[in-house]
């Protein structure tokens, strides 16, 4: 699982320290934070696999996309 987080910590609003040790508690859980960045395209491609193109220009392919 990868979250792609547009700000610097998620939970934007929240405590600074609570937002900290939730960066800790997921990444404990083997999930991968890439913080400062968005997606910038999204692209279905011919054998129906969906591409994700982030703001530092890497792509991933993605089996799910929630944009909150």
Request: with cysteine; hydrophobic share 45%.
């Amino acid at each position: 699982v990868e979250i792609v987080e547009r700000s610097d910590l998620p939970l934007r609003g929240f405590d600074r320290d609570v937002r900290a040790h939730l960066v800790e508690a997921l990444v404990a859980q083997g999930i991968t934070l890439t913080p400062d960045t968005t997606v910038t395209r999204l692209a279905k491609m011919d054998d129906g696999a969906v591409m994700a193109t982030l703001s530092t220009d890497f792509t991933r392919e993605v089996d799910a996309v929630f944009f909150c």
